[in-house]
């Protein structure tokens, strides 16, 4: 009897239409084949999986990145996030029970639609080297102590931080002006980190990969204090119901 170690799950890949026929799919995790699963008008592309199968996480992840972009070349596709496991088959219609309108929605939304990612990156110490603090620590005494130390450190870390992001906020409204009349949709991630002032992923349509591309090159040309890093094309996966399963 197998432990629950060991037990087979079921893998979620995609979501597609139910009258999908894919055809030349690569093997799955553990080399086990992809199969379609109907339910409603939708069907799931799922896999076999043993839990062991995810402990090589880069590996898993390209077979499944692998898997989900084959598919979108053939027919409109919802991608599942990577690691969407179910204990059976009536956990996972469970789960796609509980979103299936917005699904259903989705699929006909994203239909010929992909996903572009940008990333922008900057210098912080050098956004920052003229910034200074509006209330100084040195206006609230003269006398320099460990705590005084500390409070100027913390003063200074908390002015840096508020000029980032005002910064980083005024290079969201640049990229949005420029990128929102060419994409269907846009989530942006403002001071992602210290060095990556805006993150945003384009949902498009594939016939418009190149137009926005060039528009983020015009952008590098006109910004040469900023990094812009496009990647991409990928399926929509920041742009669909969250169908995500419990390893259990």
Not at 33 to 58: K, M, R
Not at 59 to 82: C, G, N, T, Y
Not at 155 to 171: G, K, P
Request: net charge negative; with cysteine.
């Amino acid at each position: 009897m197998p432990t629950p170690a060991t037990r087979a799950r079921l893998y979620l890949y995609a979501i597609v239409d139910n009258d999908a026929a894919l055809d030349s799919l690569p093997a799955g995790l553990d080399g086990k084949p992809v199969t379609l699963v109907s339910f409603g008008e939708l069907a799931a592309v799922v896999g076999e999986v043993e839990l062991s199968a995810l402990n090589d996480t880069v590996s898993a992840a390209v077979i499944h990145e692998d898997i989900v972009e084959k598919i979108l070349e053939q027919r409109r596709v919802l991608p599942v996030r990577f690691g969407t496991i179910f204990s059976s088959r009536q956990a996972m219609f469970d789960a796609l029970d509980a979103h299936y309108p917005q699904l259903v929605a989705d699929l006909a939304r994203l239909d010929g639609q992909v996903e572009l990612g940008l990333r922008v990156f900057w210098d912080p110490a050098v956004q920052v080297a003229d910034a200074t603090d509006d209330t100084p620590i040195s206006q609230l005494t003269n006398i320099e102590s460990p705590g005084i130390a500390y409070l100027r450190t913390r003063f200074a870390e908390a002015a840096q931080e508020r000029t980032l992001r005002r910064m980083a906020t005024a290079v969201e409204v640049f990229c949005r002006q420029m990128l929102e009349p060419l994409c269907t949709d846009l989530q942006v991630n403002v001071l992602l980190t210290a060095a990556i002032p805006v993150s945003a992923a384009c949902l498009l349509p594939r016939a418009a990969v190149d137009e926005v591309v060039a528009k983020v090159a015009t952008l590098q040309a006109s910004r040469t204090d900023l990094r812009f890093v496009c990647t991409g094309p990928w399926p929509p996966y920041h742009f669909i119901a969250d169908t995500r399963g419990k390893s259990s």
